[in-house]
């Protein structure tokens, strides 16, 4: 059985390159969602999507040769490679969808976020840090975090930081990040589920917590795993690794825990950092530093539901 023209050396080059867009696209954005294929990996979706590409060309270069009246195999290849970047992003249609809300989320310059909290003006009584139990409230944000007595407190470094809590002598860091999304861009939001997002985005979103970590630091991430979690009934992201600190002539090991959840508007990340020394003496005692977090009463919401129920 002789092979159509189009498979011949001549056009082999073509199939190289439209295999490489496929592959590289698949690389970054990350591999299609489909039901039932779930363990299939990048070559085989490389397969399905030159298969399809080769179908919907074809279709097109009939269509084509209809009114051209006339075979150009030039011509047929070049529909297939567009019908190949049509094709992969079809299968990644879904994944698209969530990205767009992702880099919304996490673009924090964007039109889609409100200032940070440190750059809004007439804050008035938005927030409170009781100086003698070391409890901080926010009652923009909704959130409270009881600090150990004992810890020094600030507004952090950081933009988007409210919070933090530290032991400067042992170098233990507890932070809370904030991010705000302005209502009118919310609604896809609140249908979100913040775990299945995660898994659909999972290369995307570790993003920021390895490769960019990484060269802030200066340093290699190790250990990192996230799981499913619940904060105060709220499904969240906790995160854990770990990475060495050199500083003069000292060198380190250091843990770093992070709880993320979604509320409406709000984009809560509440971050450890200590030295791993100190945390595998007694991991119970700084992981239950998170239980020590609470969301307030949204009194404005609390008042819309009176008023729908009246």
């Not at 927030?127 to 020094?152: G, M, Q, R």
């Not at 250091?254 to 959840?261: A, E, F, G």
């Not at 971050?271 to 791993?276: A, D, Q």
Request: proline share 2%; with cysteine.
């Amino acid at each position: 059985m002789k092979l159509h023209p189009i498979f011949s050396k001549q056009f082999y080059k073509w199939w190289i390159i439209i295999a490489l867009f496929i592959g590289l696209t698949y690389s970054l954005l990350g591999l299609p969602t489909m039901e039932g294929y779930e363990k299939y990996g990048l070559v085989f979706w490389i397969l399905s999507t030159l298969f399809t590409s080769l179908i919907l060309g074809s279709i097109v270069y009939l269509i084509y040769r209809l009114f051209a009246g006339k075979w150009d195999n030039k011509v047929y290849i070049k529909i297939i490679a567009i019908a190949s970047v049509f094709a992969t992003f079809l299968y990644l249609r879904d994944k698209i969808f969530d990205l767009d809300i992702l880099f919304k989320h996490n673009d924090t310059n964007s039109e889609y976020f409100e200032k940070s909290f440190k750059e809004q003006e007439n804050k008035a009584f938005s927030e409170h840090l009781d100086s003698t139990t070391n409890i901080y409230s926010n009652f923009k944000y909704h959130v409270a975090f009881d600090a150990p007595d004992n810890w020094k407190t600030d507004a952090g470094v950081s933009e988007h930081t409210i919070f933090r809590a530290y032991q400067p002598d042992s170098l233990l860091t507890f932070s809370i990040n904030v991010v705000e999304l302005k209502s009118e861009n919310n609604e896809k939001n609140q249908e979100i589920d913040f775990w299945e997002f995660y898994q659909k985005n999972k290369e995307q979103m570790d993003y920021p917590f390895t490769t960019v970590l990484e060269k802030q630091l200066k340093t290699t991430i190790n250990n990192f795993v996230c799981t499913k979690s619940y904060l105060q009934n709220n499904i969240c992201l906790r995160r854990e690794l770990s990475y060495s600190i050199k500083n003069l002539d000292y060198e380190y090991d250091v843990k770093n825990i992070s709880l993320q959840t979604l509320i409406g508007d709000f984009t809560y990340t509440f971050g450890l950092t200590i030295p791993s020394l100190f945390y595998n003496q007694t991991p119970e005692y700084y992981d239950n530093l998170f239980q020590k977090i609470y969301f307030l009463k949204d009194g404005e919401l609390l008042n819309d539901i009176i008023k729908n129920h009246e």
